[in-house]
């Protein structure tokens, strides 16, 4: 890449930060407090009722033997630096994510063995004290001492010199969930600890909650990141918030509880909204399935708290029936046999797109309960060319145009210029739904080139059709089967899509060239397996693809 284009990319990625991220780093970068490892405020009496949490699944399988992100690993380094792991892998090992996970309580001396090795052997600085694994690492503890097994003296001190520190180094050059997790913990820190101290820390955590609950979780209901593993995340945060807030009644004012309450509400319908007839996520932008708790079981939490919430499972219309997210921008279609879900989301936020992949215009769709057309999800953070293939529009079941990303992702975490969708159009009939939408990220390409795309479905099918305005010289759509389904070629234009539970469909090509693809899926952070692709090379500017499942 030339110097120039290297300026332009800077330039377009930087142009939407918020000034408070330029002088936030700075602040972050220079500011070096002492740790203050005074005794801790006295444990404030629990008052009212702490409602059973979302459950992860367990991570420990022996005294200090993990396994995250699908990979196991042994605590063997003294200072609890496994310099041989991935820094996601490393963030989790301080995350003690065990600590509340399934049948805890049956681990629990491996727990504090673990907690008092922690506090020994990493006393400040390194990965436990960045923000991020800090302030889920006091939430956990906490969340232990409320389920019954109470913090010991030397944890509450620690505990309180942790909230000490986070208080001094919160993220406002990241902004977004990091933000949000380290207000969060002020908020448990402030509420279970007695005294003025705990008080300036619950002030401060409910005014940047207060702050950022609105700017981060959208009228329709969705995160503002618009990636459904983040928004499950974001749910359980503000579902705890809601716990710790009933089991100290009076400690967080009546009206900043029904807000809570009135926001995870619409988020767990969006939850809803967005989930496959599996009961799971679907996978747009960064999203892997066993990251957050699964959607039921965050349904479940809602209910306990007191929240209306419905059944993950949608009836089965007798018509195709639309629900739109406009504000996210994501679009559900549920059939009598089928259901699909559509991006027709920008990128975003502008001044946070982190977590967003070059998937506009992309869809999943689930057959007979089962998933068949799938994006190729997310398998890895950081940087390296498959973080990049994995974020890139060819590993997206969408239209990808001389082989350039809608948006610019680069660089493990950056978007530079982005697709915005233009001309969303839905039209709903009796038996037949059509929505049309394009975007113009291919129009910083030569010839401004812009993709246009329908889906049209009927009782028992689905006509996807694109097209290219403006010259190119190759485009293709592309569709990513699912690793469980079987893909038959009938012909030079017609797959038949067996399912794993016995059901059928038949893709046909009337327009464009058809050929079958070696294509991967990641549904879970560390696993990725091969599969099938069906790319459509576009034809007189076209493709048209026809899904039938009668």
């Given at each position: 890449m030339?110097?120039?284009?290297?300026?332009?990319?800077y330039?377009?990625?930087?142009?939407?930060l918020?000034?408070?991220?330029?002088?936030?780093?700075?602040?972050?970068?220079?500011?070096?407090?002492?740790?203050?490892?005074?005794?801790?405020?006295?444990?404030?009496?629990?008052?009212?009722?702490?409602?059973?949490?979302a459950?992860?699944?367990?991570?420990?399988?022996?005294?200090?033997?993990?396994?995250?992100?699908?990979?196991?690993?042994?605590?063997?380094?003294?200072?609890?630096?496994?310099?041989?792991?991935?820094?996601?892998?490393?963030?989790?090992?301080?995350?003690?994510?065990?600590?509340?996970?399934?049948?805890?309580?049956?681990?629990?001396?491996?727990?504090?063995?673990?907690m008092d090795?922690?506090?020994?052997h990493?006393?400040?600085?390194?990965?436990?004290?960045?923000?991020?694994?800090?302030s889920?690492?006091?939430?956990?503890?906490?969340?232990?001492?409320?389920?019954?097994?109470?913090?010991?003296?030397?944890?509450?001190?620690?505990?309180?010199a942790?909230?000490?520190?986070l208080?001094?180094?919160?993220?406002?050059?990241?902004?977004?969930?990091?933000?949000?997790?380290?207000?969060?913990?002020l908020?448990?820190?402030?509420?279970?600890?007695?005294?003025p101290?705990?008080?300036?820390?619950?002030?401060?955590g409910?005014?940047?909650?207060?702050?950022?609950?609105?700017?981060?979780?959208?009228?329709d209901?969705?995160?503002?990141?618009?990636?459904?593993?983040?928004?499950?995340?974001?749910?359980?945060?503000?579902?705890?918030?809601?716990?710790?807030?009933?089991?100290?009644?009076?400690?967080?004012?009546?009206?900043?509880?029904?807000?809570?309450?009135?926001?995870?509400s619409?988020?767990?319908?969006?939850?809803r909204?967005?989930?496959?007839?599996?009961?799971?996520i679907?996978?747009?932008?960064?999203?892997?399935?066993?990251?957050?708790?699964?959607?039921?079981?965050?349904?479940?939490?809602?209910?306990?708290?007191?929240?209306?919430?419905?059944?993950?499972?949608?009836?089965?219309?007798?018509?195709?029936?639309?629900?739109?997210?406009?504000d996210?921008?994501?679009?559900?279609?549920?059939?009598?046999?089928?259901?699909?879900?559509?991006?027709?989301?920008?990128?975003?936020?502008?001044y946070?797109?982190?977590?967003?992949?070059?998937?506009?215009?992309?869809?999943?769709?689930?057959?007979?309960?089962?998933?068949?057309?799938?994006?190729?999800?997310t398998?890895?953070?950081?940087?390296?060319?498959?973080?990049?293939?994995?974020?890139?529009?060819?590993?997206?079941?969408t239209?990808?145009?001389?082989?350039?990303?809608?948006?610019?992702?680069?660089?493990?975490f950056?978007?530079?210029?982005?697709?915005?969708?233009?001309?969303?159009?839905?039209?709903?009939g009796?038996?037949?739904?059509?929505?049309?939408?394009?975007?113009?990220?291919?129009?910083?390409?030569?010839?401004?080139?812009?993709?246009?795309?329908?889906?049209?479905?009927?009782?028992?099918?689905?006509?996807?059709?694109?097209?290219?305005?403006?010259?190119?010289?190759?485009?293709?759509?592309?569709?990513?089967?699912?690793?469980?389904?079987?893909?038959?070629?009938?012909?030079?234009?017609?797959?038949?899509?067996?399912?794993?539970h016995?059901?059928?469909?038949?893709?046909?090509?009337?327009?464009?060239?058809?050929?079958?693809?070696?294509?991967?899926?990641?549904s879970?952070?560390?696993?990725?397996?091969?599969?099938?692709?069906?790319?459509?090379?576009?034809?007189?500017?076209?493709?048209?693809?026809?899904?039938?499942?009668?």
């Amino acid at each position: 890449m030339s110097q120039l284009a290297k300026l332009g990319l800077y330039w377009h990625t930087l142009k939407y930060l918020k000034p408070i991220q330029f002088h936030g780093r700075l602040w972050f970068r220079l500011r070096r407090p002492r740790l203050d490892r005074s005794p801790a405020p006295s444990l404030r009496p629990v008052s009212g009722v702490w409602q059973a949490p979302a459950h992860r699944a367990a991570t420990m399988s022996g005294a200090r033997e993990f396994s995250f992100l699908n990979e196991a690993g042994t605590l063997t380094r003294k200072d609890w630096e496994e310099t041989t792991r991935s820094k996601l892998w490393l963030y989790n090992l301080h995350y003690f994510d065990d600590l509340n996970a399934v049948d805890a309580p049956a681990r629990d001396a491996w727990h504090i063995a673990l907690m008092d090795d922690w506090m020994q052997h990493h006393p400040v600085g390194g990965t436990g004290w960045e923000p991020y694994p800090c302030s889920l690492r006091i939430v956990n503890w906490i969340k232990r001492h409320l389920d019954g097994r109470p913090l010991g003296s030397d944890q509450c001190d620690s505990l309180a010199a942790q909230a000490r520190w986070l208080s001094q180094r919160l993220e406002w050059h990241l902004l977004g969930n990091h933000l949000f997790v380290n207000a969060k913990a002020l908020i448990f820190a402030g509420i279970c600890f007695d005294g003025p101290e705990s008080e300036r820390w619950l002030a401060k955590g409910l005014a940047i909650v207060a702050n950022e609950l609105h700017e981060q979780v959208l009228p329709d209901g969705g995160n503002f990141e618009r990636s459904p593993m983040y928004h499950a995340i974001f749910l359980e945060d503000l579902l705890d918030l809601l716990n710790i807030a009933s089991s100290f009644p009076g400690r967080v004012r009546t009206k900043v509880e029904k807000d809570w309450r009135g926001t995870a509400s619409r988020m767990a319908a969006w939850l809803r909204a967005t989930c496959h007839p599996d009961g799971e996520i679907s996978l747009f932008n960064d999203a892997a399935i066993g990251v957050a708790p699964p959607p039921q079981q965050l349904l479940d939490y809602a209910a306990r708290l007191g929240i209306d919430t419905p059944a993950l499972a949608w009836p089965r219309p007798a018509k195709p029936v639309l629900t739109a997210l406009p504000d996210s921008g994501y679009l559900r279609v549920d059939l009598p046999d089928a259901v699909a879900l559509l991006d027709v989301a920008p990128v975003g936020p502008d001044y946070l797109p982190g977590h967003a992949h070059a998937d506009t215009l992309s869809f999943e769709l689930s057959v007979f309960g089962d998933r068949v057309v799938v994006n190729g999800g997310t398998s890895r953070y950081g940087l390296g060319q498959e973080r990049l293939r994995e974020r890139g529009t060819a590993a997206h079941s969408t239209v990808i145009v001389d082989g350039q990303d809608s948006s610019e992702v680069w660089g493990g975490f950056r978007v530079a210029r982005r697709a915005r969708p233009v001309g969303l159009r839905v039209d709903t009939g009796v038996n037949e739904v059509v929505v049309s939408c394009a975007h113009d990220g291919y129009k910083r390409l030569p010839g401004q080139p812009e993709h246009h795309r329908e889906w049209r479905w009927r009782t028992a099918g689905l006509t996807v059709s694109d097209r290219v305005t403006g010259p190119f010289s190759l485009a293709q759509a592309r569709y990513h089967f699912h690793p469980t389904v079987q893909v038959r070629p009938e012909g030079d234009q017609t797959l038949r899509l067996m399912l794993p539970h016995g059901g059928q469909l038949r893709l046909r090509v009337t327009q464009g060239v058809l050929r079958l693809e070696t294509s991967s899926y990641a549904s879970a952070f560390g696993q990725v397996v091969a599969t099938a692709c069906a790319v459509v090379d576009l034809r007189d500017a076209q493709a048209r693809v026809d899904f039938d499942w009668t």
